[in-house]
């Protein structure tokens, strides 16, 4: 009754038996009876899809991921049933376009995009159509990695909207570090003998990198606005200790904003790790200089250049280095004055990170001079690194500006300057950067 249950003709009996308390059957038939049952099965199954797949075509409007699923499931049942032959080909290379085609129309993407996150940024992927169709409930792979964690992956499926919020990973692993979380179709879920659906899943696949942090003030120093408008650059009157090549200019500088410290090595970290940086900075392994707080050294004008660019796309602004007229702007505080805090010398030890301080044997941490600081808020403007600028007076070298470490009280003149070759990294220059104010 069993066997005839799947309407094989003329069975023959030709052993019974037990095995373990249940009747077994030897059943036969011939083989030219099987070839034209299998014949007719394999017609009957083909016939059925093809009207399905006719069907399916002609179902514009539908969601598609229902098209999509349906479609698996027919590439499923072929494969399952042993249709893989040449008289099913046809069948299957259609249902294959129609897989590419409909996959071809859905597009995915994250939010946020790459960038800088933190405790609160929320996650989603976003599933569209280039032609508005209803893209439906679709199957998803997430994946997050990050450097020195499992992976953290699972199976999940969209909304009708095409939206899916995304669950950051909870382990310690996946906080204060570079990660990467991936989003990809998952179609072969539903046909998991189809390799074209793996294919497709494959190609589906976006990918975006993310920076996380729990404290953004740990690493970010905020800006501060410096007004734009003309000045005189340059040495004040009353500055007795300003060279020939100081003398006064008059400038003019657009509004901008500047970061209120220069970037310390745990932000160049950041950028290091994201773009897989094989040539560290020089200095990268001294402790005297790597603390993550202290200003990054040892970096050329195009390294500066380079992180530049990389935190532009992070944060989706326009970020540079100052030019020499921008960074005295900045560093007088809106007023005529030698230092940054005004005309007395910080030979007190209380403003600035110079030679002789008394706190102080190499780089200090970025803001640790709170009486150094100038009118906008500025710190570390004068004293601890020298700052590129992208200031070229027609030598073929840059001005650096502010002092360093290294140097003497005089040095830390906002007037003063040195100019120094762009493609070496030095143990007493770091850098700031800058962006100019939008202007509707």
């Keep these: ?162 939206m899916l919020a995304l669950a950051y990973p909870e382990a310690e692993s996946f906080r204060n570090t570079g990660l990467r979380l991936a989003v990809s179709t998952d179609f072969s879920r539903w046909a998991p003998s189809s390799e074209v659906l793996k294919d497709i899943d494959g190609a589906s696949r976006v990918q975006t990198s993310f920076r996380h942090f729990d404290d953004a003030g740990k690493f970010f120093s905020g800006e501060v606005l410096v007004p734009g408008g003309p000045f005189t650059a340059g040495a004040v009157a009353r500055d007795k200790r300003a060279a020939r090549k100081e003398a006064p200019r008059q400038a003019d500088t657009p509004d901008i904003y500047i970061d209120r410290y220069p970037v310390t090595n745990a932000l160049y970290q950041m950028y290091l790790e994201d773009t897989k940086a094989q040539d560290l900075p020089e200095y990268w392994d001294n402790p005297q200089y790597n603390q993550p707080d202290q200003p990054v050294i040892g970096i050329s004008y195009d390294d500066a250049v380079g992180f530049a660019s990389w935190l532009s796309a992070q944060l989706g602004v326009a970020k540079r280095l100052p030019t020499e007229d921008e960074w005295e702007k900045a560093a007088r505080g809106g007023q005529d004055v030698i230092y940054p805090w005004g005309d007395q010398s910080p030979t007190d030890g209380v403003r600035a990170n110079y030679s002789g301080n008394g706190r102080f044997s190499s780089t200090s941490p970025v803001g640790s001079f709170e009486a150094g600081k100038n009118a906008y808020g500025i710190y570390d403007m004068a004293g601890n690194v020298w700052e590129w600028t992208s200031t070229n007076r027609g030598t073929g070298r840059l001005i650096v500006k502010g002092g360093s470490w290294m140097d003497g009280p005089a040095d830390l003149r906002v007037s003063n300057r040195r100019e120094i070759d762009p493609s070496k990294g030095y143990v007493d220059v770091g850098f700031r950067l800058l962006r100019e104010v939008a202007h509707e």
Excluded: N
């Design 1 to 162: 009754e069993a066997a005839q249950s799947y309407e094989l003709p003329k069975l023959q009996s030709i052993a019974k038996g037990k095995t373990g308390g249940q009747e077994t059957v030897v059943l036969r038939i011939k083989a030219t009876e099987w070839e034209k049952y299998e014949r007719a099965r394999e017609t009957r199954i083909r016939t059925e899809l093809q009207e399905k797949f006719a069907s399916l075509k002609d179902g514009y409007g539908q969601p598609l991921a229902d098209r999509m699923l349906e479609a698996g499931r027919m590439l499923d049942r072929l494969a399952r049933e042993g249709l893989t032959g040449q008289d099913s080909f046809l069948l299957s290379a259609a249902i294959e376009a129609f897989c590419r085609d409909i996959s071809s129309r859905i597009s995915i993407s994250t939010s946020p995009g790459s960038g800088f996150i933190g405790l609160e940024t929320r996650f989603a992927a976003v599933i569209r159509s280039g032609d508005d169709e209803p893209t439906g409930s679709l199957p998803l792979r997430v994946e997050w990695t990050a450097k020195d964690a499992e992976p953290a992956a699972i199976a999940a499926t969209s909304g009708p909207d095409g």
